[in-house]
């Protein structure tokens, strides 16, 4: 295993009410290299918490992560010299990830000058083949941000985080900013990168159609823990985890249409305070199969069918 | 149902910039039957808000109507004063936004301003309260009389946009206008607010107007669909037609680069090349032509229009053709 | 490169689009003209000399602005008073953006207990009217031009701890300094290259408006009697002086108050007119 999350808790203290929020409650998973990890879930399940602490920006409450057998560093102290990481991030917001100031090549040329991973002449040429590696024509690199399209600043993002030769790219939700015809471009462009480069990628999203394209192996999250893991046919053709089926039936999918009745199947309720999580199995208070013991047992991840596991008792395989 | 005169009927519609005028949106046409829900779809810079925003002369600052009329029952919105068309807001139309927290005043209590809404058309009456508390019951706001007292940051994004409902629903409404109510919600949420939604109207047979960027979502939802991109309609239709037999090589790319969870292999998306365009840089060709795979020498250099009917319209000079 | 000297040009550009910037521009001009004549003594009389007998004599071809109760030229002083005005301002605001915008920076980015203490430090320095903690600091240290200059600069220290702060703590939390951090660049570089530029353009604002604060403060101090000291001459001072001549030799309190009010007026504008020029958001507008 090239990637090993183990145990993760990550709490937030609000100092002015001393509350504490805990955004990731015990989050154990493993990946291989090469293969892509689809994390799915809905706003305040951890995902983007995740991201942050597999790429060292935040420091865990509890628990380690592990690329290649090294611990990522930690990203949230200073450090007087540059440090260079195989892990690299993608972020959503292709509008703040990158320096409106900062013309485009420069960005690029930027993280190679700092880990001199080519000779100084060379890094013109080097910039770019990695705009012309994802898709951009070398002539955009004096642009500034602003004056490019959301879709030309994801792959610019993109070509700076390959920049640094990552081998683990996480990517939390790249697409779901962007408008939806370029959407479809920019995943297989990550396709395409990922048997070119051999990454490894974490491909976090609320999207299931999206998480359903690209994942070998998907994790549904609920309030900071994992509910149901497993290949991507056995998550999105069978689903065990009651939450997971729920999610799968509100996809906005048009392969179903002109039929209200499929809007009426919901989960109802919304999801509880993070900084006041419902004992027992998290899920219990919207959970369409609860029964009694369900807000006293916290429920485990059990393999139901082989590399298949589910985090509800109640769920026979 | 096309014999009967539309509720609303929007003809030729033109918005431009009022500065250094730059059209925004171009000869828009289409109608909504009474009892009937249109779906408008398109991705940002469309036009599909703008539209919207048109018909209760909500338009922003700088932008204008610069051609064409809005019609609502026989009355011309772009024409009437605006003391009819604030007649019409929140009574005979009523508009639900997609960001609902600026759309509640936050230092006003929900009851309060829930009552306001009726103030501004009637008198209050011994009744009044009580029609607000049926109101945000109907939409499955739990515990009513509290609610009543709550400002609006004490509600969730879905419980907020719950309380707008309630409120556009309040006067009962001829037609709603919908601008993207549940994109910035979660997707099970999103499921039942457009549940809650699907069976109000059709509970109360109300016509629907709804804005989204999303085909998915509008899929189970309305009868129609109009498919906007820079500042026209290139499509529009029955959703049957729109999803089943697209036109359109935009509706078409479009649909078939969504992944879907129903197809069981994983083959490469279909993707469009390019970005959309700008509607004030078009000029005389298919907005279309720089992206689509059909594009001949005629689309750039006139404009297609639309042609059809309520079932099935297109303004494509090379349409896709029969499956 | 060629890029970058568009930018430069296009900040010109918008600057002069505005019309309280180019009032601004022409009046900070005219005050940096006046001030060089009186440092390098290009002046019809000398601010020093006293002349028994033109005492208190009105403006005329020989004495433009009049002369005072001891017969000195009033407008040789009054340029010479805002030389020396400006001079102190701008050694002032010089130290308070120094030290302010480092403070500001660091107590930012590095937050924690660094930044606990700077913001507390400063809100103790807000705590007091501005006038008044200079008096006392200035009381305290003596009545040199450098002991005032140092006392308006402990004064405004505060104000460019706040505006330099505020943008690092919106540019640190913005994708692309986590992405900086992720790719492992080292914190000097990241204060450097991606956060710095974002304290730019307030700053250059905030330099121009506590200019024109700080020539007020450095008038009050002398009015007060604890800036500079006679003989040598200050708009304050002067305006101090003229407070028992005024009703028979308007004069005397006239030019000097004007001057201060062109100063201060002079300075705000050109403040007004940066702000607007430095702004994106109007810029694209």
Redesign the interface.
């Known amino acids: 295993m090239s990637l090993v999350i183990s145990n993760i808790e990550k709490q937030y203290k609000i100092l002015a009410t001393g509350t504490v929020i805990n955004a990731l409650n015990g989050i154990s998973v493993t990946l291989r290299k090469g293969q892509t990890l689809g994390i799915v879930g809905e706003s305040g399940c951890g995902k983007s918490t995740l991201a942050r602490v597999v790429s060292g920006l935040e420091k865990p409450t509890i628990g380690t992560v592990t690329w290649a057998n090294e611990k990522i560093k930690d990203k949230a102290k200073n450090h007087w010299r540059p440090h260079h990481s195989k892990v690299q991030l993608v972020f959503q917001d292709p509008y703040s990830s990158l320096n409106p100031r900062q013309q485009l090549g420069e960005s690029i040329a930027e993280a190679l000058r700092v880990h001199k991973l080519v000779t100084k002449d060379k890094i013109e040429t080097r910039v770019d083949e990695l705009l012309s590696i994802v898709g951009l024509t070398p002539d955009l690199k004096h642009r500034y941000p602003p004056q490019l399209s959301g879709g030309q600043r994801q792959r610019v993002s993109i070509a700076r985080a390959l920049a640094s030769e990552p081998e683990l790219l996480i990517l939390d939700e790249p697409v779901s900013a962007l408008d939806v015809s370029v959407r479809a471009e920019v995943m297989n462009l990550l396709i395409d990168l990922r048997s070119k480069f051999g990454l490894t990628y974490i491909f976090i999203s609320h999207d299931l159609g999206m998480i359903r394209y690209i994942s070998d192996v998907i994790a549904v999250m609920y309030l900071g823990k994992i509910v149901e893991y497993g290949n991507w046919e056995q998550i999105i053709e069978r689903p065990m985890h009651p939450y997971t089926q729920a999610l799968i039936a509100a996809m906005p999918d048009h392969s179903i249409i002109g039929n209200p009745e499929t809007l009426a199947k919901t989960l109802q309720g919304e999801v509880p305070d993070p900084a006041n999580l419902p004992t027992g199995c998290a899920f219990h208070v919207r959970c369409s199969i609860a029964v009694g013991a369900c807000s006293e047992r916290v429920p485990v991840l059990l393999e139901m069918s082989p590399e298949h596991l589910v985090a509800c008792p109640e769920v026979k395989s | 149902m096309s014999q009967l005169k539309p509720l609303l009927l929007v003809e030729n519609l033109g918005i431009s910039t009022v500065q250094d005028p730059r059209t925004l949106i171009n000869d828009v046409t289409f109608e909504i039957h009474a009892g009937e829900a249109v779906g408008v779809v398109g991705?940002?810079g469309s036009g599909k808000t703008l539209t919207s925003l048109s018909i209760l002369g909500l338009l922003p600052r700088g932008v204008a109507v610069t051609a064409g009329s809005v019609n609502y029952n026989g009355m011309n919105l772009t024409t009437a004063s605006p003391q009819q068309i604030r007649e019409l807001r929140g009574s005979a139309i009523s508009m639900v936004y997609q960001d609902p927290m600026t759309a509640l005043n936050p230092v006003m209590k929900i009851g309060k301003q829930l009552l306001e809404v009726i103030e501004s058309h009637e008198k209050l009456d011994a009744n009044s309260d009580q029609r607000v508390r049926d109101a945000l019951k109907e939409v499955g706001i739990p515990d009513v009389a509290r609610a009543m007292q709550s400002y609006p940051h004490e509600f969730?994004g879905?419980?907020r946009q719950r309380v707008m409902i309630a409120m556009a629903l309040l006067l009962s409404p001829k037609l709603l206008i919908a601008d993207e109510p549940t994109t910035a919600l979660?997707?099970?949420?999103?499921?039942?607010i457009?549940?809650l939604v699907?069976?109000q109207r059709?509970k109360r047979n109300m016509s629907m107007l709804w804005i989204t960027?999303?085909?998915?979502?509008v899929?189970?939802?309305v009868d129609r669909l109009i498919v906007m991109y820079a500042g026209r309609i290139v499509e529009s239709g029955t959703?049957?037609e729109i999803?089943?037999n697209p036109q359109h090589p935009?509706t078409a790319?479009?649909?078939s680069?969504?992944?879907?969870?129903?197809?069981?292999s994983?083959k490469?998306?279909?993707?469009?090349?390019g970005?959309?365009q700008k509607p004030w840089l078009v000029g005389q060709s298919c907005a279309f032509a720089p992206?689509c795979f059909k594009v001949q020498p005629e689309c750039r250099t006139q404009i297609p229009h639309l042609v059809g009917n309520l079932e099935k319209s297109v303004a494509c000079f090379h349409p896709m053709g029969a499956l | 490169m060629r890029r970058k000297d568009k930018i430069v040009k296009g900040g010109l550009h918008y600057y002069l689009q505005s019309t309280s910037g180019i009032i601004g521009a022409i009046l900070l001009l005219f005050m940096v003209v006046a001030s060089l004549c009186a440092a390098f003594g290009w002046l019809p009389h000398n601010p020093l000399d006293q002349n028994v007998d033109e005492v208190l004599k009105g403006p005329s071809g020989k004495y433009w602005f009049g002369t005072d109760q001891f017969g000195r030229d009033i407008f040789s002083r009054t340029f010479d008073g805002m030389r020396r005005s400006l001079t102190i301002s701008i050694v002032a605001v010089s130290i308070a953006t120094l030290v302010g915008v480092t403070l500001g920076i660091l107590g930012g980015y590095l937050g924690k207990w660094f930044d606990l203490l700077i913001t507390r430090l400063s809100d103790a320095v807000f705590a007091f009217p501005a006038i008044l903690l200079a008096l006392a600091i200035v009381s305290s240290l003596g009545n040199s031009w450098v002991d005032t200059a140092l006392s308006i600069a402990i004064v405004y220290t505060p104000i460019f701890i706040r505006v330099a702060r505020g943008p690092v703590l919106t540019a640190k939390e913005m994708d692309y300094i986590k992405v900086s951090r992720i790719l492992g660049y080292s914190s000097p570089r990241i204060l450097i290259k991606h956060i710095l530029p974002n304290v730019t353009a307030p700053i250059v604002v905030q330099i121009a408006l506590s200019l024109s604060w700080a020539i007020l403060t450095e008038s009050g101090l002398s009015f007060l009697g604890l800036g500079t000291q006679p003989p040598d001459a200050s708009l304050g001072l002067m305006v101090a002086d003229a407070q028992s001549l005024a009703a028979f030799a308007w004069w005397t309190l006239a030019f000097p108050s004007l001057f201060i009010t062109i100063v201060v007026v002079g300075l705000n504008l050109v403040g007004d007119g940066l702000r607007d020029a430095m702004d994106p958001a109007r810029r694209n507008s």
């Open positions: 991705e940002s969730s879905g419980m979660d997707v099970t949420i999103q499921q039942q457009l549940s699907a069976e059709q960027h999303d085909l998915g979502v899929a189970n939802l959703v049957k999803f089943t935009y790319g479009l649909l680069s969504l992944p879907t969870t129903a197809d069981k994983r490469r998306l279909t993707s469009i090349a970005v959309p992206r």
